[in-house]
């Protein structure tokens, strides 16, 4: 263990520490690192801290998580400053020339397993009010202990009761490796670091609201990485997205050298430009760089598997001590360098909001209402501004075209300018493709919300200003004398409002081909709610939920069309209630487990079983209709009995969903003929010749060779069935995220609903030279029938992250239509 020799230069006023505040050992009643502490200490010690030493510190609770944990951060500062800690946030916000403090917002322990962090939130805060007041004079500090309570006490909880009389630092012993799912994700199994921008899960939601209430000059998200890796601080690794200005990546480099000064005296390992990068939009330290701070990562060796001290490959026992004095002293250096450059900080804040500059100056985006609605919500959140149109012509990049054109604008088209204070945000968010100065990188690198959310857009050069609106309310009425009543289907706001009806024991049925009835015409897929159907009075409750959901009703007093089937059509058919199961625990992917069951609760507002493997056999399989088998989940772990019951169930009528790579093995009883094309590097037609041409890869090149291979989150485009009941609500096109180079060829004798051609057109993001040949005549949404049943794969994860909307409707047409 290495020892702790000093923190920072003697020049620094250091004061006695207050008699009646109490370090984290003091209070805890144990040494701070030699016990995990729990969440509802935690918030203790803040609260003591606080109500010993209100001067300098200042709690508030911004939110609870979804276990009802509290979310607070803590203001630290001069005692003069929290007086007027309103009057410093408003000088902010209003970029006041006045403005005379900077703003440090440190974060810790988003991933809940990295369990380091929070434990050196308590000893940064309580060192800062009694030690270290004089960096306090002209800045206030904002620490968040936890982004991550129900991560971390799943974490602490596991490991605390893991503990005999001593540690083990062995590190393949019982105490050092969690079980699935482990602390890592929050609640709904949501890495919580890659939803800054997507706003997907509670925690994110309410702290979005708090941060942008302050738009820090400073962010720090405190990490853990493996046991075996040294610290890492700023400056970061490139990619670099180019928007990031030279003073945010002049004061990483400030913050990196100030660290490395106490790193060096205590001669503690450290590494910095390398690995993290500053791309992808939805983390804690690049969402920030897009708002006007500088954000930076902090990682420390550790994390789960290190538990309380683990011996790593040098024979060192790394210890929970280490890990957060490390934390801890890197924080305290940043405060340190935000206070010796805090005008700087503040001056070049300013230039960031004021001097934006950006090719494309507003997007114009069409397309459905209701995703169009649905995206203002997410802009909200963000505090971007947005307007409605009016008319006329506009040229510019047109997303669908992939290429220049021009639109015709609308009432109903969506205006967001980048002319605002969120300006370097929505050039971000919307931009049709992302600059790349490096293709190795730590995430996707593909990300435009208007493929994400299934919209065109126009990205224009010209400031559009547009005309403020609401949302209309829909106002239905109830007609007993009504054959059937109609609604569309074209969003999740429709699958919402069918899970609404289904709940409710009202029978829907949906047309399987268009047809016009009363002046209207309808289209594949509409909900069809019948007199006929359903109990007397049934329209009261239907119109009911319909307000809830503002979904437009329409009525029709027969059920002969005027073209197409009529509504006793075999093509009109009825809607069996899903019962719906998804597979849990090793080898299925954590987040994957996670997005289906947030989609269900939080989505598609529909009840959802989960279910482990080995509890399979105590169930009655047939009281369900649809089993999901989620992504990494591995075919090869069902048992001959559990695989002959599966099958059997299938040609009975049950429906198998397959995400991701769960579709490469599954048992040959199922009788699935999906076939894989993983190896896209044996694929490349140029593979010979690139061996020709360098028989022998140099060691130190290897691995930027390997991206030849690799898909980093790229945005293709793709064909669509639209007759098939997958595809219902969907145009002839769709946008797929493709995550990785594992793909699929076409199914044979099955239906291919959303697939490749030869050589697709790859919009956004990189796409590896051998990995490109992989795409070609690959499947990424298909169904194959088994009997009575189907099984439906997803090569493709319609739900990634919880923020590729347009994704989420294939799936609700997987669990309501298909197979019906």
């Not at 738009?215 to 075996?228: A, N, R, T």
């Not at 949302?471 to 569309?488: C, G, L, R, T």
């Not at 009525?555 to 093509?571: E, I, K, P, Y």
């Not at 946008?735 to 594992?742: A, E, G, I, R, Y």
């Amino acid at each position: 263990m290495f020892k702790y020799i000093i923190l920072l230069s003697s020049c620094l006023f250091c004061i006695s520490s207050n008699s009646q505040v109490q370090s984290p050992s003091e209070f805890l009643g144990y040494p701070i690192g030699s016990y995990f502490t729990r969440h509802h200490q935690v918030i203790d010690y803040f609260e003591q801290l606080e109500s010993n030493n209100s001067a300098n510190i200042l709690l508030q609770q911004y939110g609870k998580t979804n276990e009802n944990r509290d979310l607070i951060v803590a203001y630290i500062s001069s005692e003069e400053n929290l007086k007027k800690l309103d009057d410093i946030k408003n000088k902010h916000n209003g970029l006041s020339e006045e403005e005379n403090v900077a703003i440090v917002w440190l974060s810790y322990n988003v991933h809940g397993n990295e369990s380091a962090g929070t434990e050196a939130a308590m000893l940064t805060a309580y060192e800062l009010i009694t030690k270290y007041q004089e960096l306090l004079k002209n800045v206030v500090v904002i620490i968040d202990p936890c982004l991550n309570p129900d991560g971390r006490d799943r974490y602490v909880n596991w490991y605390n009761a893991q503990l005999g009389n001593s540690l083990d630092p062995i590190a393949e012993t019982k105490e050092h490796n969690e079980p699935w799912p482990s602390g890592r994700p929050n609640h709904y199994l949501f890495d919580l670091n890659r939803d800054w921008a997507w706003l997907t899960q509670l925690e994110s939601q309410q702290r979005i609201k708090l941060y942008n209430d302050w738009l820090p000059h400073v962010h720090v998200d405190f990490h853990e990485q493996g046991i075996d890796e040294p610290y890492y601080f700023a400056p970061a690794a490139e990619p670099y997205h180019e928007i990031i200005t030279k003073w945010q990546r002049a004061f990483q480099t400030a913050v990196g050298k100030n660290n490395a000064k106490y790193f060096d005296q205590n001669g503690w390992f450290y590494f910095t430009k390398e690995i993290f990068d500053l791309l992808y939009p939805s983390y804690g330290d690049t969402y920030p760089l897009y708002n006007g701070a500088v954000g930076m990562t902090y990682e420390q060796g550790g994390s789960g598997r290190a538990g309380l001290g683990v011996i790593n490959e040098i024979g060192d026992t790394l210890s929970l001590y280490d890990r957060l004095i490390h934390h801890h002293t890197t924080g305290i250096s940043t405060v340190e360098e935000a206070n010796r450059q805090y005008l700087k900080l503040i001056e070049e804040n300013h230039l960031f909001f004021n001097q934006q500059n950006f090719k494309y100056k507003s997007y114009v985006l069409s397309g459905n209402k209701d995703k169009l609605y649905r995206l203002t919500e997410l802009l909200k959140a963000h505090q971007i501004e947005y307007s409605w149109g009016e008319s006329g012509k506009i040229k510019g990049f047109d997303y669908i075209k992939n290429e220049n054109g021009q639109h015709e604008i609308t009432p109903n088209d969506l205006i967001i300018s980048t002319q605002q204070k969120k300006g370097t945000l929505v050039n971000v968010l919307f931009e049709p493709k992302t600059s790349l100065s490096d293709s190795l990188t730590y995430d996707i690198t593909a990300w435009s919300l208007p493929y994400a959310y299934g919209l065109n857009a126009i990205a224009s050069e010209e400031n559009l200003k547009g005309v403020e609106k609401i949302n209309p309310v829909v106002i239905n009425s109830a007609d007993q004398e009504a054959y059937a009543y109609f609604a569309e289907w074209n969003s999740m706001k429709d699958a919402r409002f069918l899970s609404a009806l289904i709940k409710e024991g009202i029978n829907v049925r949906f047309a399987e081909n268009p047809f016009e009835i009363g002046g209207r015409s309808y289209e594949r897929g509409t909900l069809i709610i019948a007199k006929g159907d359903n109990k007397e009075s049934y329209d009261e409750q239907l119109v009911k939920i319909a307000y809830q959901y503002n979904i437009q009703l329409y009525q029709t007093s027969t059920g002969m069309v005027d073209r197409g089937n009529d509504l006793g059509a075999s093509s009109v058919k009825l809607i069996k209630q899903p019962k719906v199961l998804v597979l849990t625990e090793d080898p299925a992917s954590s987040l994957n487990v996670g997005e289906v069951w947030h989609f269900f609760d939080n989505d598609l507002c529909y009840p959802l079983s989960r279910i482990n493997l080995n509890d399979l056999y105590r169930i009655k399989l047939n009281d369900y209709n649809v089993l999901i088998l989620p992504d990494e989940w591995q075919g090869r772990e069902f048992t001959d009995e559990q695989g002959l019951r599966i099958s059997d169930w299938i040609k009975h009528g049950g429906k198998l969903i397959t995400i991701g790579t769960a579709a490469a093995n599954l048992p040959a009883i199922f009788e699935s003929k999906i076939t894989s094309k993983f190896s896209a590097h044996e694929e490349s037609e140029n593979e010979e010749d690139d061996k020709h041409e360098h028989p022998n890869i140099s060691y130190n090149k290897q691995e930027r060779a390997a991206i030849k291979n690799m898909i980093t989150g790229a945005i293709v485009r793709c064909n669509v069935e639209v007759t098939n009941p997958l595809a219902f609500g969907y145009s002839d096109e769709y946008f797929t995220l493709k995550l990785s180079s594992n793909n699929y060829n076409w199914l044979d004798g099955g239906e291919n609903v959303v697939y490749m051609e030869d050589k697709p057109e790859v919009i956004a993001g990189f796409v590896g030279s051998n990995a490109r040949s992989s795409l070609s005549k690959s499947l990424v949404f298909g169904v194959e029938r088994i009997g009575e049943g189907c099984i439906i794969h997803f090569a493709d994860n319609p739900l990634f992250r919880g923020f590729w909307e347009n994704g989420k409707l294939f799936m609700a047409n997987a669990l309501y239509f298909v197979g019906n």
